[in-house]
Structure formats: structure tokens, C-alpha cells
């Protein structure tokens, strides 16, 4: 009697994994952008002209950084659909991955086309847009008339939206978090130009923010 339960319970696993294992998701496009103002350390202006100094306005991301990033949103992925996801790419006519370009605030590295290319390119039965955005929080800037000194709270946004074959959206959520530590810049001017000195998102903390976030996002309910 034993075996037998045993045994069934084995076939009933089987069964759950083969139904798991034939859900697919592919990740067609992973938008994550962060704001300047979190990227750059140093902005002089001068005349009404703004230059910018020090961090070029450009997120520092290394390699394992972009590879960290889209493992762990695709995870999140596998786990809200119950589905096997992968991060899919087009290719250029070299047969290259089509990736997201090094565009300041722009994370590289990531998977960009649209639904319509997904769908003609990749056999899925999803197909996940991820929308990521690290910006300020609005709300009450504290000022120093004498430092200049400003606090901004940063706030990450972050959507996963799927469709099937068909186009027809099939899951979405998202989840917006702001109680993060704030950030602080300080600012002078002499002889009408304006330096701005401003402490910005370290890759650690890019790399942590988009884990607690992630995991805010999978603790809500479907919607």
C-alpha cells in the first residue's frame, strides 16, 4: 500500500514538472534606465550651459553586473509565471545578439525588440516586457541658502508585463519603491557658475535596490 502511494505520488510530480517544463517565457525586452541626476556625480553650469563632469552621465555597470541583472529578472520572471524564461535576442545580420547600447543612463547589455519581433522570432508561450526605472522621489527638497545642500529619496519602478502568441496581455504587475536611504549633494556658486557635487548610486547599490525590489514585486498579489 505504501509503494503504491509511493508511486503515484512520483507520477503526480512527474506530471507537475512536464506541465511546468512546457510553459515558456521569453524575455524580449528589459527597458532600465536610470536618472541622471543618480548617475552623475559632478554638474557645472555656467551661462545657462550645463556641463557635466566626473561620472560623464553614464551608468558604471560592470559585466558581471549586466549578467547579475538579467538573471535575477529572469527568475522573478520564471517564478510569477510558472514558466521556464530566458531572456531572448534578435539577431543583427552578423549573426550578433541585438542588445541595448551604452546610452548614459541606459543599462547595456539587455534585450531590446518588440512584441511583434518576439513573437515572429521566438516559440514561446509568453512573451515578458520589463520596464525598470530608478528615479527621485518627488516630494520636499531640503536647502541649505548657505551649502546649497539638497536630499533626494530614489525611487525604483518596476513592470513585468506578459502576452501570449496572440498579443493579448495575459500578466501584469508593478510595484513602485521609495524607502530608500537618501541621497545628498552640495552646492556653491562663484562668479555665476554653479557647481553641484552630488553622491550617486554605486553599482552595489543599484544591484541591491533592484533585489528588494524584485522581491516587493513578487510578495503583491497578481493583478
Not at 560592470?62 to 529572469?74: L, P
Not at 536630499?151 to 502568441?165: D, E, G
Amino acid at each position: 500500500m505504501i509503494k503504491k502511494y509511493f508511486l503515484l505520488l512520483v507520477v503526480q510530480c512527474v506530471l507537475i514538472f512536464q506541465s511546468f517544463a512546457q510553459s515558456s517565457a521569453g524575455i524580449y525586452s528589459i527597458r532600465f534606465s536610470v536618472d541622471r541626476r543618480l548617475v552623475n556625480p559632478v554638474q557645472i553650469t555656467s551661462g545657462g550651459n550645463i556641463n557635466q563632469q566626473g561620472g560623464l552621465n553614464r551608468i558604471r555597470l560592470s559585466d558581471a553586473n549586466i549578467d547579475s541583472i538579467k538573471e535575477i529578472v529572469t527568475r522573478t520572471v520564471s517564478a510569477e509565471l510558472n514558466a521556464n524564461s530566458e531572456c531572448v535576442f534578435r539577431k543583427n545580420r552578423k549573426g550578433r545578439d541585438i542588445r541595448t547600447f551604452d546610452g548614459g543612463n541606459v543599462v547595456r547589455g539587455m534585450p531590446v525588440s518588440s512584441k511583434k519581433q518576439a513573437i515572429h522570432n521566438f516559440d514561446k508561450d509568453y512573451y515578458v516586457l520589463v520596464r525598470v526605472s530608478y528615479s527621485i522621489s518627488s516630494g520636499l527638497n531640503l536647502v541649505n541658502p548657505i551649502l546649497g545642500t539638497s536630499r533626494y529619496r530614489p525611487l525604483v519602478f518596476i513592470q513585468i508585463t506578459a502576452f501570449n502568441s496572440e498579443k493579448k496581455r495575459v500578466y501584469s504587475k508593478n510595484v513602485s519603491v521609495r524607502d530608500f536611504d537618501k541621497l545628498q549633494s552640495f552646492q556653491y556658486t562663484v562668479n555665476g557658475v554653479t557647481v553641484r557635487n552630488a553622491e550617486v548610486l554605486q553599482p552595489q547599490q543599484i544591484m541591491e535596490m533592484l533585489a528588494r525590489s524584485l522581491q516587493e514585486l513578487r510578495d503583491r498579489g497578481k493583478r
